[in-house]
């Protein structure tokens, strides 16, 4: 390690230090290094600071501190090392990843590994853990760190696939609301400021359309094309790829934005990088249904048997039938004209939404996610979350449709003064409750004893009723009085009371629970489940194969895992709360929170998952469930949450 390297981590450590007492282990994570690289720096750092001053104490159980002993000393040592400031070197893991991906994209040379770790004022096995990090991004993009012995290290790839990368990293990690106010960044908002003028204007000439996140996006992916064109980095485009491109429509609206950009800042953009331009725009642009019946999209006969391909999947899966809704057809049909465009180049359209969605359309997410293996077979390609979170929310739209369907209440009405009266009584229901109802059924008190009670909601009866029966019963007089009307009204469309207790019970409700790993988790929920419930040999492999196909930790502390497809009798749920939290996958979990639903084609779980997610969202449920631990708070704030569901 250099003189200078050995200053700026001193410096580094010492500024992150006070006389509170912090653990190694949050010190090292401040630093970005491993808690027994920051023990030994310590007492490196102690050997030079007992000649200026001060000395770091080290404690057990309180952690590491900083004592001041002669402050005139000490502040002269530390003015005394490099001017560099400390922000100015990447501190954290995460920071010396997106440093590194920067670095070697624009690196035009091959860079040893000895001059990344100077720069970057880390030892060799920190560089070559945060290097394999570096590797699998790129990876994603196609691009390859290679390694030459003698020469270094070099990122080796098509422009294309670098800029798609340089892009990303924008995107992800700058705000250009709260760009730093100085020259460089005042130059770099007026660039972007003038490319979205002159995108606006062609897109209002050509009546185009894009979501506020893809224009965003595309602005970032021409700053990126000027200033790669500019160093003398073109991109090229093979002739079949031209020869398709100058087919589109939107090659004649990319040729007009370059005319554009090479007046606004005097730059040559050769054909392919109008090519460039144009796959972008047909990537990000929304179709929509408008454009259809002009016939500017055409929906080829392979699109239409994909989207029959997804809603089997779903229905394979899920026992949801969707395959008659029209308007999802469509609506994925046109999503998949650009999407087929991105799967082509490798392109990703940016959610910002994901999380939510995820999250408060938790079914409509998992339908998306069957479907989209379907896709992944197709182009043969991994589908990205965000890619699956745009089509979950055409599912989410498709599930309220079916289930405004489901939701009218089918009702039997009892009478004992003969059939005649029952029959006006179904007139009355009708009259005034239709937007309620769906099938109405009549019988006599006595034959109530051989009513099949499955698809029946409701008894509206006229006199008591002898026999045990599974479903509400409403009491009233031979006809229905205007002053009645209001009672029966709320009585057809009252909410689900009590709707969650039976998808829970108290003994698989697990806590002062302790494990490390996910898989040790699961493991030991399954085995409680098999206590309680027949479940299928496969019930674990099943969970797994979801939990491959995308993450199920949502935020929040909470991760919600269940099998790939509905495999079980009945619908349950079971819960575990870990003593101390563990990572998932990327994120910290305590709470997890297992479902599994019954494979059953006629049930409606959508007031269950509404419910679900409406405790899972909320930091102040879920901090509840994990300090108190209790089945009975569990119920409690269910219905709480009932209560104020329509």
Not at 127 to 136: M, P
Not at 590 to 619: A, C, G, H
Request: some cysteine; charged content about 25%; hydrophobic content about 40%.
């Amino acid at each position: 390690m250099s003189d200078n390297m050995k200053e700026e981590r001193v410096k580094l450590i010492l500024e992150s230090l006070s006389e509170n007492y912090i653990s190694s282990n949050v010190l090292a994570s401040q630093i970005g290094v491993s808690s027994k690289t920051i023990r030994n720096e310590i007492k490196e750092i102690n050997s030079i600071l007992k000649h200026h001053g001060a000395i770091i104490q080290t404690k057990p159980k309180k952690g590491i501190a900083l004592n001041i002993i002669d402050k005139i000393k000490y502040t002269k040592f530390t003015n005394s090392l490099s001017t560099k400031q400390p922000q100015d070197i990447p501190a954290t893991f995460e920071q010396r990843v997106q440093y590194l991906i920067e670095y070697l994209l624009n690196a035009q040379q091959w860079t040893k590994i000895e001059y990344l770790a100077d720069k970057l004022f880390v030892s060799r096995s920190i560089l070559s853990q945060t290097l394999k990090e570096v590797r699998k991004r790129l990876k994603v993009y196609n691009i390859e760190l290679v390694s030459k012995p003698g020469y270094g290290l070099k990122a080796i790839g098509s422009e294309f696939d670098f800029r798609v990368c340089m892009t990303n990293i924008i995107v992800d990690n700058v705000d250009n609301q709260t760009l730093p106010d100085n020259k460089c960044e005042n130059d770099k908002r007026e660039i972007l400021k003038k490319i979205s003028q002159i995108l606006n204007k062609n897109f209002e000439f050509f009546e185009y359309h894009m979501s506020d996140v893809s224009f965003h996006n595309l602005i970032i992916h021409i700053y990126v094309a000027l200033c790669r064109i500019e160093e003398g980095q073109e991109t090229y485009l093979s002739n079949e790829q031209m020869n398709q491109v100058h087919e589109w429509k939107e090659y004649k609206m990319a040729r007009l934005i370059v005319e554009g950009l090479s007046e606004e800042f005097n730059v040559d953009f050769p054909d392919d990088e109008i090519g460039y331009i144009a796959i972008h725009l047909a990537a990000k642009r929304i179709v929509s249904i408008d454009e259809t019946e002009n016939g500017n999209v055409i929906i080829n006969g392979e699109v239409y048997e994909i989207v029959s391909h997804m809603l089997r999947a779903v229905y394979d899966s899920y026992h949801i039938d969707l395959m008659d809704d029209l308007e999802l057809r469509m609506m994925l049909a046109l999503h998949l004209v650009p999407f087929g465009v991105r799967m082509a180049y490798d392109l990703v359209l940016h959610n910002p939404l994901l999380v939510d969605i995820k999250t408060k359309y938790t079914m409509a997410y998992n339908l998306a996610v069957v479907a989209s293996e379907e896709l992944r077979k197709h182009y043969n390609k991994e589908i990205k979350e965000d890619e699956i979170g745009y089509f979950a929310l055409h599912f989410n739209l498709a599930l309220e449709r079916k289930n405004r369907k489901q939701d009218k209440k089918n009702i039997l009405i009892v009478c004992g003064t003969g059939r005649g009266t029952a029959q006006l009584l179904m007139y009355q229901f009708k009259d005034n409750f239709g937007k309620y109802l769906n099938q109405i059924y009549t019988s006599n008190a006595l034959g109530i004893k051989n009513v099949d009670f499955t698809d029946i909601d409701y008894v509206i009866t006229t006199v008591p009723i002898a026999y045990s029966v599974p479903v509400p019963i409403l009491e009233i007089k031979s006809f229905v009085e205007d002053r009645d009307v209001k009672t029966i009204k709320r009585f057809l469309s009252q909410g689900h009371s009590r709707t969650m207790e039976k998808y829970f019970r108290k003994d698989l409700f697990l806590t002062n629970v302790e494990f490390e790993t996910k898989e040790e988790v699961l493991q030991y929920m399954v085995k409680k489940i098999e206590s309680v419930y027949d479940i299928p040999s496969d019930f674990y492999d099943a969970i797994f194969h979801r939990e491959r196909q995308a993450g199920t930790e949502f935020g929040n502390l909470v991760a919600i895992p269940h099998p790939y497809k509905a495999m079980t009798k009945e619908t349950f749920v079971c819960i575990c709360i870990l003593n101390k939290p563990i990572i998932w996958d990327k994120k910290k979990v305590q709470l997890i929170y297992l479902m599994s639903m019954e494979d059953n084609s006629n049930r409606n779980l959508m007031t269950f998952y509404k419910i679900t997610s409406k405790l899972l969202v909320n930091p102040k449920y879920v901090n509840e469930l994990i300090q108190n631990k209790r089945f009975e708070v569990l119920l409690s704030l269910f219905g709480e949450i009932e209560s104020t569901l329509e």
